[in-house]
Antibody, heavy 114, light 112 residues
């Protein structure tokens, strides 16, 4: 069974940093592109970042470029999202998702507030 | 970026009646490999999204056959042939052809 378990969310002040993790199991992690998708409270879905199978190619949505960094450790079956210079508008549930099949984790809530 | 426009925003439906959601893209979703990467997701209240349909009209495993997808180019539709209580929630189209991947704004299906 495919499992994606996000962690690392929490309350952070504007300008602060957080690192999200997504532990994957039940499939060959190194074979899949992975994504981070966020959902602000009561709002729709936004894909903020993607990474290819070996981590050599990444992509970012414009509002997070230069502030967020996606990475992966295929030996640990784990996806990461380093979030710096956080803003109030980054407040959202962050989901990791497996490409191709689009399985999703349960999400982790990031709240940016003073 | 490709803009995905869904309608309606809200869809009150009587149990057992059909429902239809429209999704239009600002540019063609036909990929250079010939595929059209248009997905539909369901998000029940308090849950993570779940994919229902991929590449326009292919149902994911375990998805009831009352769900169907159709369309081409820039114009797509999700249909529920007979709405059941478990279908309540938000539905999103998503294009996977162009980066960044983009979602429609969502359609909330509720029971009248």
């Amino acid at each position: 069974e495919v499992q994606l378990v996000e962690s690392g969310g929490g309350l952070v002040q504007p300008g602060g940093s957080l690192r999200l993790s997504c532990a994957a199991s039940g499939f060959t992690f190194r074979s899949y592109w992975m994504y981070w998708v966020r959902q602000a409270p009561g709002k729709g879905l936004v894909c903020v970042s993607r990474i290819n199978t070996d981590g050599s190619s990444t992509g970012y949505e414009d509002s997070v470029k230069g502030r967020f960094t996606i990475s992966r450790d295929n030996a640990k079956n784990t996806l990461y999202l380093q979030m710096n210079s956080l803003r109030a508008e980054d407040t959202a549930v962050y989901y990791c998702a497996r490409g191709l099949n689009w399985d999703w984790g349960q999400g982790t809530l990031v709240t940016v507030s003073s | 970026d490709v803009v995905m426009t869904q309608s309606p925003l809200s869809l009150p439906v009587t149990l057992g009646q059909p429902a239809s959601i429209s999704c239009r893209s600002s540019q063609s979703l036909v990929h250079s490999d010939g595929n059209t990467y248009l997905n539909w997701f369901q998000q029940r209240p308090g849950q993570s999204p779940r994919r229902l349909i991929y590449k326009v009209s292919n149902r994911d495993s375990g998805v009831p056959d009352r769900f169907s997808g159709s369309g081409s180019g820039t114009d797509f539709t999700l249909k529920i042939s007979r709405v059941e209580a478990e279908d309540v929630g938000a539905y999103y189209c998503m294009q996977g052809t162009h980066w960044p991947l983009t979602f429609g704004g969502g359609t909330k299906v509720e029971i009248k």
